[in-house]
């Protein structure tokens, strides 16, 4: 009898999922909110159509080891652009979420943009939020088999489309569409576009809100970067309590009760599916729409709107609050700083590369001249969209001559050239064993495009 009671009452370490139905709601929020998704997936799909000259705009050309972002073509030296692309966009999203708390998870997360498509389909198909319950809760029939089987294409439709545009970021879309129709693509082309599909297909149509509160580790730590002064979506206890449903015209005080008529509206809008009058939770991803549903809600009750709204935390206790706080003005002057440099440095950026190596099987060697040599591998990177010739020549040590077979070398657009020059110089001019020497190149038909690298030229030297 005790072992069955202990049972009985053991807690639950999991709690069977339960399908949550947003319902749909209009306001300047989720206007707001509409405007930003559509741009965002805008930006997604409709880039890899654009064209720059006659390539592709935007094109990561992994096979080529070449990164075309429109004029701009980066190579895998310049990967340290992405590393400060990368942190720019963390100090970004601690800057917003010191700010305006999880506006990019209620915005422009994509888990939020394609869980919003997906809905939209839902909602075209199947109907409002009572009809998708009704529907669910039904027996399955032949009309509910026609309606899910639409839904599912139109979804699977729209999952291998994204499966598709996100393998064009990496081979050109007119190849990929010929390679699709004519049924050659390649395996791991295959492979991405069905496996960014299925991911898509999973996480919008049927994880949705798990992956914010099960997968994202970004509620979990959004807490580090809240204060007292960042922006919350927030219920005003003060003046919605106590709750009470009322006939419409109702003055709250004469009915001894607060402005919240405890309609739900606002949890059923949710999308996370909590209770925003139970305080701030780390399920709120702050897209604002039980804001527009209690605004809705507050008009139709003759109500001054308000009872759930953005807020701060000193805001609510009737503190003031501070925008410009020394938290945000740190946060924009490090990405102030870090956007100029970045900005400055690839406007300075040379599209040429060259790498010096300096033989070591030989130290050195004495001509018949009675000249030291050293001998050199060199390097030549034309990140440069054009063809160009470049001349070669080097100094560092008093009467030093370079020897090469070419007087101007010619290198192709996005190409290497390999080239083995001489350097003699004469002992009596070196001063120690290891001196420093400069290779320069300059190309024929571009004065911005120069290069200068160090290397060692060995010898006895004097000491």
């Not at 393998?167 to 569409?177: E, H």
């Not at 809600?297 to 709107?305: A, L, N, Q």
């Amino acid at each position: 009898m005790g072992t069955q009671q202990a049972e009985t009452e053991a807690p639950e370490f999991y709690a069977k999922h339960k399908k949550i139905y947003p319902r749909e709601v209009s306001g300047r929020f989720s206007r707001l909110r509409l405007i930003s998704l559509l741009a965002l997936l805008g930006i997604y799909y409709l880039t890899p159509l654009l064209q720059w000259g006659d390539r592709q705009a935007v094109l990561f050309d992994l096979p080529a080891r070449k990164f075309y972002i429109f004029g701009l073509t980066l190579w895998p030296q310049d990967f340290i652009y992405l590393a400060a692309i990368l942190i720019l966009a963390g100090l970004s999203l601690f800057f917003f979420t010191a700010l305006l708390g999880r506006v990019w998870c209620g915005y422009a997360c994509p888990q939020t943009v394609w869980t919003e498509a997906y809905l939209w389909m839902e909602r075209k198909i199947e109907g409002n939020r009572s009809r998708r319950m009704k529907l669910d809760k039904a027996p399955m029939s032949a009309a509910k088999f026609r309606i899910k089987l639409l839904k599912h294409t139109a979804w699977i439709t729209f999952s291998l489309w994204t499966g598709l545009t996100f393998v064009a970021y990496f081979t050109p879309i007119d190849v990929l569409i010929g390679k699709l129709f004519s049924a050659s693509l390649g395996p791991w082309e295959t492979f991405w576009i069905l496996f960014y599909s299925f991911a898509t297909y999973g996480n919008a149509g049927f994880m949705r809100e798990q992956v914010c509160l099960y997968m994202c580790p970004y509620a979990r730590f959004q807490s580090a970067m809240f204060d007292s002064d960042t922006l919350i979506v927030a219920y005003h206890p003060e003046r919605g309590e106590p709750r009470g449903s009322r006939r419409r015209g109702t003055e709250p005080k004469s009915a001894g009760l607060g402005d919240c008529i405890d309609c739900n509206v606002c949890v059923q809008a949710c999308p996370t599916g909590i209770d925003i009058r139970d305080g701030l939770q780390y399920e709120c991803i702050a897209c604002s729409l039980c804001i527009d549903a209690c605004d809705g809600i507050m008009d139709k009750m003759s109500y001054p709107r308000g009872l759930i709204k953005y807020t701060t935390e000193n805001s609510a206790q009737g503190k003031s609050q501070h925008i410009l706080r020394p938290r945000i003005m740190v946060y924009a002057t490090i990405l102030l700083v870090l956007c100029g440099a970045l900005f400055v440095h690839i406007s300075q950026r040379v599209a040429l590369d060259l790498d010096v190596i300096r033989d070591r099987n030989t130290l050195y060697r004495e001509t018949r001249d009675g000249l030291i040599e050293n001998v050199y591998t060199l390097k030549i990177l034309n990140m440069d969209s054009n063809p160009h010739r470049y001349i070669l020549s080097a100094d560092g040590i008093d009467g030093m001559k370079l020897v090469t077979d070419q007087d101007e070398i010619m290198v192709e657009a996005g190409s290497v050239y390999q080239i083995v020059v001489r350097i003699q110089a004469d002992e009596f001019n070196l001063e120690k064993r290891s001196v420093t020497v400069n290779f320069h190149l300059q190309a024929t038909d571009a004065n911005h495009l120069v290069m200068v690298e160090e290397a060692r030229f060995v010898g006895p030297g004097k000491s």
